[in-house]
């Protein structure tokens, strides 16, 4: 891992245990890598700005437009909402949760299905923050793309315990038992599903179990920091990110792009898509601009 961020430029240092207790005391450390320009923002916040800085710009924000349909023409796509239609000379499909099922009404994402994860998180007691002072990454499995439980401390000072990595029976599945039919249908009856589950199958029954166990949440969190206790441990909200899932049955851990001539997809924008998005971002809108 500190040959990879050498690799992509990135700032870091190799720690030894003693080292790694200089910046995070009560952190449970062999060895640690450091680096001091990570941080943490305000997710919501940004994308609020950025919103408005689209609008400033004359751009319009439309929301509650259900998409049913894209056209492309020569003149660009049409994208068919139910509340009506519109013509873009080029169409930057980052839908998330869905932008599989939008590329494939173009044709495209032919190989590539997103299956949905919920990650759940838990909030450390006001006197256990203080136990914390940044972000406390494990060593990831590299069978997966998935960061692992890890300790994050926010703009406000609390400190959030998560996400784990449990398959949702929704795309959109936040919370404990959702389910819509058409997902749970889609896995069920999905051989790259069962092929996942197949491979992974112990990593999958640990996730389903330590969801419905604080306990075992507790643990995990413990081998971090070890003076965290379960009662430290209040629930938060939870999230879904989706990973692209190939026909063999493995997630792919890297952002995936399909195009047309008046499109560009994102079909999977695993951690860190959020980190990333400003400098993604400014890649996708010259890539807009080079074909208008």
């Known amino acids: 891992m500190h040959q990879q961020a050498q690799a992509n430029h990135i700032d870091c240092q190799l720690l030894n245990s003693a080292e790694a207790h200089t910046i995070e005391p009560h952190c449970h450390a062999i060895a640690a890598i450091h680096i001091p320009s990570s941080g943490i923002v305000d997710y919501a916040a940004v994308a609020r700005r950025i919103a408005l800085r689209i609008e400033m710009q004359g751009g319009r924000i439309k929301t509650r ?3 049913i349909g894209l056209l492309e023409r020569p003149e660009g796509i049409i994208v068919q909402t139910e509340q009506g239609s519109f013509v873009t000379p080029y169409l930057v499909n980052a839908a998330g949760l869905h932008a599989d099922r939008l ?16 990650g759940e998180y838990y909030r450390l007691s006001e006197q256990a923050s203080e136990l914390v ?10 069978a997966l793309p998935f960061t692992g439980i890890h300790l994050t401390r926010g703009l406000d000072g609390t400190v959030l315990c998560g996400p784990n990595a449990v398959l949702a029976g929704s795309r959109e599945g936040y919370r404990k038992g959702s389910l819509k039919l058409r997902d749970a249908l889609d896995q069920a009856t999905s051989r ?10 112990a990593t999958a029954l640990w996730e389903k179990r330590r969801s419905w166990s604080k306990e075992l949440f ?10 965290i206790s379960e009662d430290d441990l209040n629930p938060a909200p939870s999230g879904v990110s989706t990973y692209a899932i190939t026909p063999e049955g493995e997630l792919l851990p890297d952002f995936v792009l399909e195009s047309t001539p008046r499109s560009v997809h994102l079909l999977s924008l695993p951690t860190p898509g959020a980190t990333a998005c400003l400098s ?6 010259q890539t807009a601009l080079d074909h208008v």
């Open 218 to 227: 507790a643990m995990t969190v413990q081998r971090l920091v070890p003076a």
């Open 192 to 201: 790259r599903v069962r092929r996942l589950t197949r491979q992974h199958f």
């Open 133 to 142: 002072n940044g972000q406390i990454f494990p060593i990831p499995n590299p």
């Open 103 to 118: 590329a494939h009404k173009l044709g495209l994402a032919s190989t590539i299905k997103l299956l949905p994860f919920r």
């Open 280 to 285: 993604f971002g400014r890649s996708l809108a």
């Open 65 to 67: 437009h259900k998409v």
